[in-house]
Nanobody, 116 residues
């Protein structure tokens, strides 16, 4: 059973940066588009960004365009989310999954808190 494990979250001040990582086990990783998703308290989970299987195409939610960058290293079975100029409204649990997501691959996520 393939697994996705997120890491890199934490507490950061507004305007700060964090880099999230998602490590995938199994041999399926490089064949799938991958996405980062987030769920803020009291809100539905939403797509933040996704990247094609080869890394050549990316797409972002309007709320993070110009601030977040998704990338992947298929040799390391890892997808990243570089988050800059963080805002309090970016506070959420961040998850990775394939794109479109499948229930099987939801992990524990990593908490990001943006607060002064």
């Amino acid at each position: 059973q393939a697994q996705l494990v997120e890491s890199g979250g934490g507490l950061v001040q507004p305007g700060g940066s964090l880099r999230l990582s998602c490590a995938a086990s199994g041999r399926f990783f490089s064949t799938y588009a991958m996405g980062w998703y987030r769920q803020a308290p009291g809100k539905q989970r939403e797509l933040v960004a996704y990247i094609g299987s080869g890394g050549g195409s990316t797409n972002y939610a309007d709320s993070v365009k110009g601030r977040f960058t998704i990338s992947r290293d298929n040799a390391k079975n890892t997808v990243y989310l570089q988050m800059n100029s963080l805002k309090p409204e970016d506070t959420a649990v961040y998850y990775c999954n394939i794109y479109p997501p499948e229930y099987t691959y939801w992990g524990q996520g990593t908490q990001v808190i943006v607060s002064s």
